[in-house]
Structures are given as structure tokens and as C-alpha cells.
């Protein structure tokens, strides 16, 4: 196990690319710092899901957002434009196969690897619903550095205006409501854009 | 919820005042980081008890290991040495009300403060999970740093010698076992120490 | 007094977390620098004070000033939030007992200890300038973030507002011209606010 | 050319993953920092090539030194596990589209792109001069970093005890030169290794 | 000649001082990642002469480029300041003499010598489409750092008023037109100024 | 008095040159925090003496402390090598160019130019004593880097076997005291040289 937690601690001081490429500090955000975000995001969501009386399997939320960023200790935090170059798919496969090398030694019955292809193919409702954490947590973090004062992040905000979770009813609801809270206390820091 | 969100966010940058005290660049980790280790780690293990047919609810040491630290976007990460002149007891009341107040929008159930109090008191067996992996995960960090060549941080392995995790069964041995392996990791690294 | 030197070095290392909490980069500012820029806040405000004809310590002065954070390196920089959960009072006595601590080996006469006190409690015309320099100097370290670009700084300069530095004649007229030329600097930044 | 420009500034804040993933503090050495290394490197063995009677074209040298990592703006600094999951070919491929696109508006007749692909393929002695600098920086680096106390760096020294340069003549001999006062220097830092 | 590569290793590290005294953050920029600016400027903007047929030695662009920062080693990146107070020519005379010393093991004949002096002198074409190249990277710089949202840097852009590269026919050409299009995109960047 | 501290507050995050040229992370130690540094060592220094019966004005000490290393914010933080090229006289006498123009809008009637010029040439006991804490501040640092696993500062410990402080009676006694236990301190930690 000990070979496992070692290995999965240095994402704890892995920058974020998206951040160092557009010029921001090193050390502005670690994949372990974002995973943390998105953990935090897609817990307050599952429960209000919950309390509105969606059927939701918290528990398998919280370990897809524990862990839909491991890969990253053996492929890196590639960019966007990455994925360009190589293609999703390959992306996908070479990750995939990463996350299962990494795991090989605690995943005696392969539920880790499921949770990450779950994931990888937004297949269940908790897949989508991580996903959905993961980019609301970006623009919760582009938004606080934009309050600090960084510039230049707009191409971020694209993302926001054609989001397409694939949620329905009212975990689609309690997610655009976070959206829109989000845009507006953005729109309320740049009043003339 | 986007309040709430946002201050929990503070976290990512909030470095452990542990290391900066020490000596270390500043940026070694941050708070965020450091609970997304614990949560790890906690994982790891409690799939690992369960195997070994300790019944445990997995699910709340998840959301204990990711809530444990929140009080420190308004208290600070205060230094093991605070403790002693604050006293354990108002530390622990004053991270309680913190803690509170943040979750104060989200928690219309009170659910979060009560696993905080469980937490704090080291009430349910899951509680003293993710307190051990909490112990696990700082050894691991310094056996991490010792490993590129951080010294001065022995102190810290005191706390593995006399480790009262105050679990029982399996739950105790699989503990032990990790501990073991890092302590091993350790002499292999300063073989003469 | 190589153990007092040791525990004092550690402050150069220690960030402030006003800053890092707000989401700007780790090593903004360390407790060490701001220490340094209250004391030459105080020093010149201090000579201009006596060149006006207030009756002035100014050895005093910069023996405060250099002292007045020291307890930090056993407490940690608490954030200003942590204050509510604590109390003020306890706050106090902790930094106060912390302080002894420290200087406790080169402190033979009471000397540090008692100009510690006086700081805390505000009491001599010489703690009272230099707590003076203490405002000033995080006002100017604001105005010098918002230059090179910070944002979202604003509740500092609140402070500004209503600052009760509870000094009378000269020094006050000299205080008050400082903040003034530091707020008419931050008019000149953001003319339209 | 400022489009190609600003794109390429963009490696001088970019982190070299091998030295983040393994620990080391952010900011350790940056893939323009990295790409200056490797140009210096190439220059003084070049001319030292041509001054023992070596046939080279220093200016070819010089230019690929320069842009041999330019791709990573694009793709990332990809670390070297990330090459078992994609295949070295796919990254080879990735890596050649993703410089083409970069240097398009000012690659008219396409010498950039084939300095690029030479480079890729190893195939003049001037590629193979700068991948020999390319080894050469690390490992200057590497004793560097170990000079300032880095530790569990051991696995880059390993490159240098098979070193497959595939120069000939002088040329293998300056660069064999280099590589041993490199051995050399480690082994007065580590005599007991 | 490892010697030598050390030395200037040291480039890696070393913060351009421009930025941290007007309040950057550490790690901003590196003398050895400007000087990749540099080269990378020099090379487009010499092949770009050439193929409107200045006659220009491109191998020395690229070597002059890539020296030109070396006795800031043993000098440090002395802020434009320091000019005022030592005087340019004592400046020139003890970087000429630094650099001699840091290359003196490797410089045999004299030649990376004669290219520092040819650059200080702006003697030959070369040495002032370098000169031209350095500033062009510096604005290229302070615009990549407005984009994310630095301020205060104005007074980098009264270098660009009143440029004298000293160039002439199409050389000088080019290099306006770059600097035009530089000068544009920051007018985009703050419309209002 | 406002443009003087607003320049002498970029000391808080220049980077004494020193670290950075030997490898060590930027944000190691900034020129204010050394300062501080320098002024805490001086008052309990000179608190000793005053206590053992010399005659010392303890506000002149804590002044020169303050002010020593103020002309950095114009000449830079030079490596030490740099005063071998422009010759310690230039240098002397640039610094003290720059102070005077730093300090000319708050020094009236010359006193902080007089304490310069006094600590520049050691005149009086008072600069000596000063000057020994800038070399046992400097140690201080050095033994709390390699406590924490920095190598390769052996060159620091050379200046601490032949001090010539230039002091008498108890103050050099004293001097030599914290300066003994400095090399104590430093003896434990690396037993073996």
C-alpha cells in the first residue's frame, strides 16, 4: 500500500499546467489541491441532490472525485492542446492504463479501475456529477484569481456558456443554479464586460 | 452554496505552517493538499478493513478526511506549539464554532458539524480511521521530503514511536502494518540512524 | 542566546496569511519583512515626531517595533478571523506567554517582556506609534500589491476609515499626513473608485 | 512572428516535471532554463569538435539547441512514464505536428520543421551533439541540485552508466570527457557511494 | 570545462531583479529563461532579415545572444539603477572582466571574449540585432505579464518610444514592425490608455 | 516620507543573491528579513554588553542595523563576487551615493547618511558591533539551511575561522561567544567533519 500512497503524494506539488502556461505563478494550484476542490464541490452537490430527492450514491461520488486525477502522477497534467495532438482516445487509453499501474497493488477486485473507466465514460449519474464538480471547480478557481487581480483567463469562461453536464432533473437544476451563482458573482467583478 | 465554495478554497494556497517553520520553501503543501492525503490514505485503508471484514462505514470516513481540516480557512493552520498556550480544549471550541459558521450555509441538518464533532472527539471508529491516516500521511510527507534531502524533521518521527490510534482487530493491525512499512521505508533511507 | 536566534530566524520563513489566504502567491510577504517595514514606518515617523517637538523614546520605538511579532513563531500568523472564535483576551495571553517563552534565556530583567506588555496593551506613547506603523506599513504593502495588479483587497483599506491610533498633537498630525499621502496614492491608482 | 513569440515565452515559467514530480520545490528549472542549459552545453562542445578537427555546422547546432523542446508549449513537459502509456512513436508524432503548428507563421519554407525533424530522428551529427547535451545539462543539473543537498535523484545517474550517444571519433571523446568529470565531480560529493 | 557550465548553470535560478523589485513574485523570470528569449527573438528576426537579403551572420546572432547575460554570474543582475551610481563604462569594464574570467577555461582563442566585447560595443550588425532582440523580449515579457494582470510596468514602455536599435534598411525595418506589433497588441489590451 | 518607504518596502522581496547564485530556491531569505535578522542579533548583542559594562548607545546599534542594507533598493543585492570587478571602493562609494538619494526626502540634517558613512567605515564601536551581526546573522542562516538538508555552503563557514571584528574587551568576548556556539551547533549536526 505504502508504494501506492507514495506515489500518489506527489500530485500533492504537481502545478496545474493551465495555470503556469498562461503565465500565473508556480504553485498557484497542485492536482491534489484541485482534486480537493472538486471532492468539496461534489459532496455539497450529491447532498443537495440527495435532499431534493434524487437516488444518488454519495459514497461512489466521493471516491470517483478522490480519484479521477491519479493518472496524472505517471502522464503529467497535460494541457489541452495536448489532446489535440494526440487524440482523445489515445489520451484516454494511455491514462487508463496509467491508473491501472498505479493501483495494481491495493486493487485486488478491480473496483478502482471500474470507478475510473465509470468516470472516463461518464457512464453513471455519479460519473456525470464529478464532472460536472470538476469544471465548476476550474471556473471557483479561476473567478478567485481573477478577484486577486490575474487577467487573461477568458477562454475558460467559454466553457461556461455551452456546458453540457448530461444531467437531468434536479441534479441538472442544482447545477446550473452553482453555474449561474458563479457567472454572476463574476459579471458583479467585471460590471462593464 | 458558492460562499461556502469559495472560502474552502482558500485552502489550496494556505501552506502547513510545519514546514515553513522548519525551514522549508514555502509552497511544500498546502492544507488542501495535505487533506487530499489523508483522504487517500483513509480510502486505502478502510477498503483494506473492510476486506479484512471490519465493518465500517466507508462513506463517512470519506467525508470525515475531507471535512477534518476546513476550520483552517479562519483559524489559520496553527502550529502543535499554539496548542500550548491556547490549550487543547479552547483550540478545539474555537475550530468547532469556525467550523460552524462555514459550513453554516450548507448544513441545514447539522450533519457536517456533527461528523466535525465526531471527528474532534474521536467518537466513531471512522473518526479514529481518519485521525490515523491523518498521522500516516504527515509521516509519509516527511519521509517524501527526507527522501530529496529535507533534514531536521525527526520530531516528527517521534510521534511513531508511541502511536495511541486507539483503534482494535484488524482495523489496528492494518494501521500498524502501514506504519511499519513507512518506518522500514525510513531506516532503509538512514541506514545508520 | 543562539536558541532565541534560532526560534526568531524561523519568522523570515513565515508567510503572512492575510496574504496567502486571499489567494495571492506564497512568499508575498514574510513576517520577518513586514517586521522590518514597520520599524522603518516607525523610525521615521519617530525622528519626524521629535523633530516637531514631541518628547519621544525613539530607542523605545525601535525596540517595539522589532519585537512586537515575535510571539508568531510559536502561535503562527493568525488570521484576523481566528480572533472572533478565541477572544481577544485569550489571544493576548497566549501571545503574551509564547513571548516569554522565547525571550525567557536573554531576558534576565524583564526588560522584553515588559516592553512586549506595553505593546499589547498599548499603553506608552512609543506602543502606541509603532502599532501606528503597523497599519501604515500593511497600507503601503496594499497600495504596493495594487500597483504591480492585486485586486480584492478592499476590506484592508477599511482600516483606513476610522483608524483610532489614540495619539494626540504632533504625532498625530504626523500619522495622520502619512495615511493621507498613502490614501491620496491609492486615489491616483483607481480614479474612478 | 509575435503570436510564435508569445507563445514560446510561455517555457520560461513552464516547470520541468521530472524535478516537480520527484519533490522538488516549484520553480526548480523551467524548460526555457533548461533549453539555455542545453544551448550552452552544445556551443562549448561544438567548439571544441571543430577545434580537434571535427566536421560540424555549429549554426545548425545552435539552432537546434534552441528549439529542440519549443513543442511543449503545446503538449506539456510530458514525464519520461508518460512515454510507456502513449508509445514513443505516438509522442514522436504528437510532439512533431504540435512544433509544426507552433512555428507555421514563420517557418515559410520549412527549415524550422526540418532542423525539428532531424533533431526527432537523430539523424545529422548535429542532432546527435545537441541529445548529447541534452543528457549532458541533466546531469549538470542534477549534480548541481545534489551539490545543494537533493536527494533520490539516483535514477537520473543511471542514464550515464550505458550512455548510447552514437557520436564517433573526437566528437565521442569530448562528450565521453564531459560525461566522466561529471562522474567524477558526483563521486567527490558522494565518496562512499 | 564542466567548470564552466556550473557557473553559468547558476543563470537557471537567478531572478531578473527588474521584476522583484517592482513587487513581482519570486521566480517571475530567470536570467537563463531571457536569454532563451533573447536567442529565440534573434534567431526569427536574423532569418527574417536574411531572406529580404540583409547579409547577416546568423551563427553570430545566435552566439552573441546566447552570452550576453553570462558575467551576471559573478556581477548579478544589477537593477538599471545601479548604472546611475557606478557609471556605464565602470559597469562595462567589470562585466567585460567577469565574463573573461568565466570563460577564460574554455576560450582558448579569444573569440566568445571578442563576441561580449562586440556586444558591449555594439560594434558589428549582429551585436545590435542582439541589443534589438533583448529589448524586444523584455516588452514581449511585460506583455505576457499585463496579460494575466500585472501593473505598474509603464516605465517598460518608455523604452519603446523613443527606440534607437541603431539598424538600418530592412533590418531596421523588421524590427519596428515587430515592435509595432507588440506596441498593438498592448493598445488591445488597454484600450482606454 | 511616503516614496521612501514605498521604495525601501521592495526590500521585502528581493532575494538575497547569495542563495540563489548557489542553487537555493528563490524566496530562501529576502534582503528585509535579513535585516531584521541582523537587528534582532544586534539588540540582545548589544543588550550583553551594555549588561557586562560596556559603554554602547543601544539606539545607534538597533539605527545602523536598520538602515545597513537600504541602498539595495537601487544598486541590487551584488554577489560578493562582484565588488573583485568593480573594486570595494567603487562600490563603497556607489551604495553610498544611493543611500544618500534614498534617504534625501526624510534626512534633514544628514544623521542617517552620517550612520552610513559611520558603518561603511566602521568608525565607531557601535557599526563594529553591527557588522559582527551581519556575519553571525548570516551563519545563523546558513546553520538553519543546512539543518533542514542544504549542502555547499562550506564557503560561508570560511569566513567564521579568521573574524576580524575589530572589537574589544566584553564585546569581542561576547562576539566570540555566540559565535562558538554558532560553530558548536553547526559541529552536532555534521559530527564526522
Known amino acids: 500500500m505504502l508504494s501506492t500512497l507514495i506515489e500518489l503524494q506527489r500530485l500533492k506539488r504537481l502545478d496545474r499546467t493551465g495555470w503556469t502556461l498562461r503565465g500565473l505563478p508556480n504553485g498557484t494550484e497542485s492536482v491534489a489541491a484541485h482534486s480537493f476542490g472538486v471532492e468539496v464541490t461534489a459532496m455539497l452537490l450529491a447532498d443537495h441532490c440527495t435532499a431534493r430527492g434524487v437516488s444518488l450514491d454519495v459514497e461512489k461520488v466521493l471516491r470517483i472525485a478522490l480519484l ?36 495494481n497493488p491495493v486493487d485486488a477486485n478491480g473496483s478502482y479501475a471500474n470507478l475510473y473507466n465509470d468516470y472516463e465514460r461518464r457512464e453513471s449519474l455519479e460519473a456525470r456529477l464529478v464532472k460536472a464538480a470538476d469544471v465548476l471547480d476550474l471556473l471557483i478557481e479561476v473567478l478567485a484569481l481573477e478577484r486577486v487581480g490575474a487577467r487573461g483567463l477568458d477562454e475558460f ?37
Open 68 to 103: 479521477h486525477d491519479w493518472a496524472e502522477t505517471r502522464v503529467g497534467d497535460m494541457p489541452r492542446t495536448a489532446t489535440l495532438y494526440f487524440g482523445s482516445e489515445a489520451r484516454k487509453q494511455a491514462e487508463t492504463a496509467a491508473f491501472a499501474d498505479i493501483v
Open 157 to 193: 469562461w467559454e466553457v461556461a456558456e455551452k456546458p453540457d453536464f448530461n444531467l437531468e432533473g434536479a441534479a441538472e437544476q442544482i447545477v446550473q443554479e452553482l453555474l449561474q451563482s458563479i457567472l454572476n458573482a463574476r459579471s458583479e467583478l467585471h460590471p462593464n464586460v
